[in-house]
């Protein structure tokens, strides 16, 4: 399934509430909090755009639908559905279903703290060159991660997001110095993928902190967990999803233990980043 099938899921969701609401679009708008243009806009066929997360809470709180419906993950409408198994498998292939339970995610932890263990770079602070070095690696379209890395941005410049990073301090001094998978990566575009993540950090500070650990000392496999509600490992084609209260509490102490180890503190790390040398 592709962003065009995507987006045309959510838009006939959206316009089975419009038709629902019995309003006018001006005043269904005004009810989930954009205005009448945005409206149109999501609900045009040409657009693959999904909105932002704010909006999709607004819409799926304001007419008692739920997020996988609203996004056309599921079938059910309902808020409260069956038992969640504890454990899932979702494939991080084939092109973009990934960002929609990506954004399913976020949205569901909006409000709580995301901690996040990335596997390379953080993704919202990557270049669109670092994104297409890395994704041709691999022999990949580069437009999956272009957007969500635009989205987890996005995500992170809303009030109230609260993001906690943890990662080697080991992988940035590999990419400054053009080693291992980054050898052949010019210098100009590692220099500006450093200038970039360095106001970047500065930037969503202190909503979005980033810590940097010894790799030395410790191993951290890549994971997200969202709020209470989910962890999810990244295992190159696909998550494992952790939906157990334990194990999510077990996850997040985890990502905590790696903070207290850090031997670059948040309110360090642009600085950090922008002392690393490159070669």
């Known amino acids: 399934m592709d962003k065009r099938d995507l987006a045309g899921l959510f838009q006939e969701r959206l316009k089975i509430l419009l038709s629902r609401a019995d309003v006018s679009q001006s005043a269904?708008?005004?009810?989930?909090?954009?205005?009448?243009?945005?409206?149109?806009?999501?609900?045009?066929?040409?657009?693959?755009?999904?909105?932002?997360?704010?909006?999709?809470?607004?819409?799926?709180?304001?007419?008692?639908?739920?997020?996988?419906?609203?996004?056309?993950?599921?079938?059910?409408?309902?808020?409260?559905?069956?038992?969640?198994?504890?454990?899932?498998?979702?494939?991080?292939?084939?092109?973009?279903?990934?960002?929609?339970?990506?954004?399913?995610?976020?949205?569901?932890?909006?409000?709580?703290?995301?901690?996040?263990?990335?596997?390379?770079?953080?993704?919202?602070?990557?270049t669109e060159a670092v994104i297409a070095y890395e994704t041709a690696l691999v022999h990949r379209n580069p437009h999956t991660q272009i957007s969500e890395a635009a989205f987890r941005l996005d995500y992170n410049r809303q009030p109230g997001t609260d993001m906690e990073v943890c990662m080697p301090r080991q992988a940035l001094e590999e990419f400054a110095a053009g080693q291992g998978i980054w050898r052949d990566l010019p210098i100009a575009i590692r220099r500006r993928q450093m200038q970039h993540m360095k106001a970047l950090v500065e930037e969503l500070y202190p909503s979005f902190r980033l810590y940097l650990f010894d790799g030395g000392e410790r191993f951290s496999v890549p994971y997200t967990v969202f709020g209470p509600y989910r962890a999810a490992i990244f295992v190159g084609e696909m998550y494992m999803v952790l939906n157990a209260r334990e194990s999510v509490l077990s996850m997040q102490q985890h990502f905590d233990g790696l903070i207290r180890v850090a031997r670059v503190n948040a309110h360090e790390a642009a600085d950090f980043v922008g002392r690393l040398q490159l070669s």
């Open 28 to 126: 269904f708008a005004a009810s989930v909090g954009i205005d009448r243009s945005a409206l149109s806009q999501l609900l045009a066929g040409q657009s693959t755009r999904l909105p932002r997360v704010e909006t999709l809470l607004n819409i799926a709180e304001r007419h008692a639908v739920s997020l996988d419906w609203l996004l056309g993950l599921s079938q059910d409408e309902g808020i409260v559905g069956g038992l969640t198994p504890s454990f899932e498998i979702e494939h991080a292939d084939p092109g973009d279903a990934r960002q929609t339970w990506l954004v399913k995610w976020h949205a569901e932890a909006a409000g709580t703290k995301i901690r996040y263990v990335p596997q390379r770079l953080p993704d919202l602070v990557r």
